[in-house]
């Protein structure tokens, strides 16, 4: 019984291991030589694709997939084409239509009308036919992500607009969830799922017991596959980046971004979910940067349009900055503080966030690096919010310094007379006026 | 065969308020688009939505709904575009999601016993507010009527699945059908009737099915 068991056991982590096998790079390349923006590949190359073609499992080209020794071809959908009513998709299609008209009223949507169109303007510039298919919701969520819905409904997320720094890198997100939805990944990893857990089924009955064993294959095989998706789907940002004319080579730099924010936190943790169904970081980077260089010497032209960007972007951003110091991760947001800081032409107002994650800590010496930060933004190039007067104030209050806290709350209301907490801190004014 | 094993499951109990107050002659009851959907329970245990049973279904439903809420003695309002929520503005699909929220908290709450509130322990009291009355403009009707469904049916390979596991002694789950229904009085909100059911019986792919689930679902209807 025993042996039969171990026996079961090694087939099994065969099955594991077999199962961590992903395309890797060739997934990232294959929407690139479909818009035959890649050299045709090299002698060393077709060695390489028969080796993918044998593994159990990946992108064989950018038409078919190999899962579990068969294969598949996935087409495109046309413009405006809604999958037939029988079909796995147009099932998964009906129930995020109702999800989408809830994330329609949603109280986390940004309904502003002018940032909204400018992201549906990108988004279609990227889309190009398939403009009508897709449609943009902001949500106020301070994280980097985007989402795609099979039926087309995208999410994109203000912590995203936050760390993006010009149109094209923008353009390169929005251009990866386009290509989840032309590639219908959804629906892949929906039936890949079906497939896995029908397995499973059948394979926990009949060994009566092995079933843990399974699942664990079963997931790894699930989350091979969304990493898979995940390549091809920059692989498809690059390719729409170069038909809309933006510049390639900005797309790896907001991963180079997300790295530097990660390593900044001390409590970082490894087993981050994100990282599971997603490639790392670093291979993003380097395969993005890579790519991009080769894809931006086949344009005449690259374009990537930071003003434009940045008019639509600066005026909203203190709202997402604030929603980001909420989060009480000092180390995290210091680093895209700083990352910010290295290029924004209004640093008064990022200093002065810098100088608000410093008084909301409250450590032994944030008071004076917060009173440090806030004269720094006063005398920095840009316009720091009003209510660093306010912040300003509140510091000194906490050190016991009455007079400078009631000349700063004066001048809070000096510069934002209509204040919805004019009352409060007029009452402040007042006490400390008799302290 | 797991229906047949799991029929006995069958019940519905519903909770009301009390009869409801308007007069006979001009009380008008507005069928709300019904939110449904039917799926495949696939050998593994993952559902998967089916659209085009989903789209029969809700035919089904809605003519259930009128033949039945017509013999009621009251004005039956079915909306224009009976099936979407598209013609309702930012405000009104607010009640619409929170009257959703509301049924799904009364199912949980009123139904489960460990789930059961201390404030809510002295009668059936649920409302969604006096902006209800956003819905009473829209379709001139004194109440609106909720219902919600989810149908699942076993595919060839989960009843192959239930079979092995059986053999083994182990029971598992074919497809059920759950439902609520949530009738508001629209002029202050309070949620006056609901029912619930939960059964693996019922076929809402099959009009006669369909009938017999509204029916059910409807039973009690203070008419």
């Given at each position: 019984?025993?042996r039969?068991?171990s ?6 982590s065969a099955?594991i ?6 395309a890797?790079r060739t997934a990232y390349?294959?929407?690139?030589r479909q818009?035959?923006l ?5 002698a060393?190359?077709p060695?390489?694709?028969a080796?993918?073609a044998?593994?159990?499992?990946g992108?064989?080209d950018a038409d078919?997939?190999a899962?579990d ?6 087409s495109d ?7 037939s009513a029988?079909?796995l998709?147009?099932g998964?299609?009906q129930?995020?239509d109702r999800v989408?008209?809830?994330a329609r009223?949603?109280g986390n949507?940004?309904d502003?009308?002018?940032l ?5 303007e990108?988004a279609c510039r990227?889309?190009g ?6 449609r ?6 301070p ?6 819905a ?8 203000t ?12 353009a390169?997100?929005l251009?990866h969830?386009?290509?989840h939805?032309l590639r ?5 990893r ?5 497939e896995?857990?029908n397995?499973?089924?059948f394979?926990?009955?009949?060994t009566?017991?092995?079933?843990g064993?399974?699942?664990i294959?079963?997931q790894g095989?699930l989350?091979a596959f ?8 920059d692989?498809?940002?690059l ?8 510049d390639?080579?900005e ?6 971004n997300?790295?530097?924010e990660r390593d900044?936190n ?5 087993r981050?979910?994100?990282?599971a169904?997603?490639?790392?970081p670093?291979e993003?980077?380097?395969v993005?940067?890579?790519l991009g260089?080769?894809?931006?010497s086949?344009m ?5 349009g930071?003003d ?12 997402w900055?604030?929603d980001?110091?909420n989060l009480r991760s ?11 800081l ?6 008064a107002?990022?200093?002065f ?6 008084r909301?800590?409250n450590d ?6 917060a009173l440090?930060f806030?004269?720094e933004a006063l005398?920095a190039a ?6 660093l007067?306010?912040?300003k104030?509140?510091?000194?209050n906490r050190?016991?310094d009455?007079?400078?806290?009631k000349?700063s709350f004066e001048?809070?209301l000096?510069a934002?007379p209509n204040?919805s907490d004019?009352?409060i801190?007029?009452?402040?004014i ?5 302290s | 065969m ?8 069958v019940?519905?109990?519903?909770k009301?308020?009390?009869t ?12 709300m688009p019904?939110?449904?959907e039917?799926?495949v ?5 993952v559902?998967e939505p089916?659209?085009?049973w989903t789209n029969?279904?809700r035919?089904h439903?809605r ?5 039945h809420?017509?013999e009621f003695?009251?004005e039956i309002v079915?909306?224009?575009?009976g099936d979407i929520?598209d013609?309702l ?7 619409v999601k ?6 799904s908290?009364?199912l949980v ?5 460990i ?7 002295d ?5 969604v507010?006096?902006d209800?009355?956003?819905l009473?403009?829209?379709?001139d009707?004194?109440y609106a009527l909720f219902?919600f469904?989810?149908?699942?049916y076993?595919?060839?390979?989960r009843?192959?699945?239930i079979l092995?596991g059986?053999i ?10 759950t439902?609520?229904?949530t009738?508001v009085d629209?002029e202050?909100g309070q949620?006056?009737?609901?029912n619930?059911?939960a059964?693996a ?8 099915a ?7 679902l ?5 008419t």
């Open positions: 019984m025993i039969a068991r026996s079961v056991g090694l087939v099994a099955l291991l077999a199962a961590c096998q992903t890797g390349e294959a929407p690139l818009g035959e890649l050299d045709p590949p090299a060393a190359q060695q390489q694709a080796r993918t044998e593994a159990d499992f992108l064989i078919t997939i899962h020794g068969r294969y598949f071809r996935i959908l046309n413009p405006g084409e809604r999958p029988e079909t998709e147009a998964l299609w129930s995020m989408e008209q809830q009223t949603s949507r940004v502003d009308p002018e909204n169109a400018y992201l549906t990108v990227v889309a036919p398939h403009c009508s298919d897709v943009v919701y902001v949500m106020r969520v994280a980097f992500n985007a989402t795609m099979p039926n087309g409904m995208m999410q994109v997320w912590g995203l607009l936050l760390r993006t720094r010009n149109e094209a890198q923008l390169a997100v251009g969830e386009v290509g939805f219908q990944h959804s629906a892949q929906m039936k890949s799922a079906i896995a857990s397995f499973l089924a394979f926990s009955v009949a009566g017991g092995w079933g064993l399974a699942g294959f079963a095989q989350l969304n990493r898979d998706h995940e390549r091809e789907a692989g498809y940002g390719l729409l980046m170069n038909r809309s004319g933006y390639p080579r797309a790896s730099l907001t991963w180079k997300l790295i530097r900044a001390p409590e970082k943790d490894e981050d979910p994100f990282l169904t997603h490639p790392a670093e993003r980077t380097e993005l940067g890579e260089m080769a894809v931006a086949k005449p032209t690259t374009e990537k930071r434009r960007f940045l008019e639509i972007m600066l005026p909203r951003r203190a709202a900055l604030r980001e110091l000092f180390h995290t947001s210091n680093e895209l503080f700083d990352i910010l290295e290029d924004d032409p209004n640093p107002e990022i200093l966030f810098k100088g608000e994650l410093h909301l800590r032994e010496d944030d008071a004076q690096m440090d806030y004269g005398n840009g316009s720091a919010p009003s209510y007067h306010r912040s104030g509140l510091v000194h050190r016991g009455h007079a400078a806290a000349e001048a809070y000096e934002s204040a004019r009352l801190v007029e009452d402040m007042e006490r400390l006026a008799t | 797991a229906v047949f094993v799991l029929t006995a499951c019940q519905t109990a519903h009301t308020t009390g409801l107050k308007a007069g006979t002659e001009n009380r008008r009851i507005v069928l019904v939110d449904i039917l799926s329970l696939n050998a593994g245990g559902t089916r659209a085009d029969s279904g035919e439903v003519a259930a709904l009128s033949a809420t017509s003695e009251a079915v909306p224009e575009n929520l013609d503005d930012k405000d009104q699909l607010q009640i929170l009257a959703n929220a509301v049924g908290s009364i709450h009123e139904y489960v016993p789930y059961a509130l201390p404030t809510k322990k009668g059936f009291d649920w409302t507010g006096p209800a009355k956003l009473k403009e829209k379709y009707a004194d219902v469904l989810r149908d699942s076993a595919s060839s390979g009843v192959a699945v092995i059986a083994f002694g182990v029971g598992l789950q074919g497809g059920i059908q439902g609520t229904a009738l629209l202050t949620v006056v009737w609901f619930r059911l059964r019986s019922g076929d809402l792919r099959n009009p006669e369909a009938t017999e689930t509204i029916k059910t409807l039973t009690d209807f203070p």
